[in-house]
């Protein structure tokens, strides 16, 4: 009932219960936090806990199912196609909410990555925040608030979501997905604080783009500097079209560099965790230093922070890269 199937987030889960409480709903929300954590599904539970007659979002019934696969008519999702939302959608989106909900007496706009809106489609969309109207409700996601007009911010109620506690994805794991306590524990404490990256990580079918992406990545480093820079230019511009790309994809080789280490050191292979991939991590681990591959591990987490901040992608990959090739010595 109300927000418990959702993980964690006590104090996002709070408010918007005394708000449902309170029965005062806003016109706008921003729910801003790091990826992965439960904005989307906190907004499809809050929509669920709007409507009459509510279940209390029960999660099996047919309204329920139908929002969860993002089917219900009153439920619109907006999300960037590639890497900004531009103009074009927030122009349909203002035709849109002109009309009376579908089937709800309201209707929930939920913007995904909002702070990727460009300048026009911003100015487009605050004419729409100004004009109020009793059926539509809308949330915006972001991980921050820089690159979102202050005048939108304004008339937002803020919603802050943080990283889950790696105890809470865990116990997830254990009781959602049926993993030993063990590998959920490992899976757990490298998935920084994101359930999206822990489910990824248990996803086999995810296996291929790992095993690329690390190969393509050992490649990339054994090349001339010149040629290492150009390359780690073009991978970025790559994976900027994709949400988290660059940071998840650092995230996918400090993984594989972790388990070379493990594996070096001779840990269990239980504990890898590309343990898919355990006879190729083991073939190679020998080739490397343990010390270098520890710091390889450190320096990578150092440029996933870094890229949180406002810094040039561009600098921050290209440094890594190079650091990488002097400490592997490959
Ligand atoms: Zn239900």
């Known amino acids: 009932m109300g927000f418990e199937g959702l993980l964690g987030q006590e104090t996002a889960k709070g408010f918007l219960s005394s708000v449902l409480k309170s029965n005062r709903i806003a016109h706008a929300y921003l729910f801003w936090g790091p990826s992965g954590v439960g904005k989307t599904f906190a907004a499809k ?51 849109d909410v002109q009309y009376p909900p579908f089937e709800a007496p309201i209707r929930m706009i939920v913007i995904q990555s909002a702070e990727r809106m460009t300048k ?10 100004e004009e109020p109207s009793s059926h539509n409700i809308f949330v ?17 109620q803020w919603v802050r979501f943080r990283p889950l506690r790696p105890q809470e994805i865990r116990e997830f794991l254990v009781r959602e997905k049926g993993l030993d306590p063990e590998k959920a524990s490992v899976i757990s404490h490298l998935a920084n604080g994101s359930l999206k990256l822990a489910l990824h990580l248990l996803d086999t079918s995810a296996s291929d783009e790992r095993l690329r992406y690390f190969y393509s990545h050992m490649e990339m480093l054994k090349k001339e500097k010149g040629e290492i820079l150009s390359a780690s230019h073009g991978l970025v511009q790559e994976l900027q ?12 080789i400090q993984t594989w560099y972790r388990d070379l280490l493990v594996t070096r050191l001779g ?3 239980e504990l890898l965790v590309n343990r898919d991939f355990s006879t190729q991590i083991k073939a190679r681990s020998s080739g490397f230093d343990p010390t270098a591959l520890m710091e390889a591990v450190l320096e990578i987490e150092r440029a996933r922070q870094e890229l949180m901040g406002e810094v040039n992608p561009n600098l921050v990959f290209g440094d890594l890269m190079l650091g990488l090739k002097e400490r592997l010595n490959v």
Do not use: W
Request: hydrophobic share 45%.
């Open 140 to 156: 915006l996601e972001a991980q921050h608030k820089k690159g979102i007009l202050p005048t939108i911010l304004s008339r937002c």
């Open 120 to 129: 026009e489609a911003s100015n487009a969309f605050l004419k729409t925040l």
């Open 241 to 252: 079209l994709k949400e988290d790309g660059l940071v998840g994809f650092l995230y996918l």
């Open 267 to 269: 840990i269990e292979t």
């Open 45 to 95: 539970l809050f929509f669920l806990n709007l409507l009459p007659n509510s279940c209390g979002a029960c999660l099996e019934c047919k309204v329920c199912k139908k929002v969860l696969m993002e089917e219900h008519p009153d439920l619109f999702m907006l999300a960037p196609l590639k890497k900004e939302l531009g103009i074009e959608p927030i122009r349909q989106l203002r035709k």
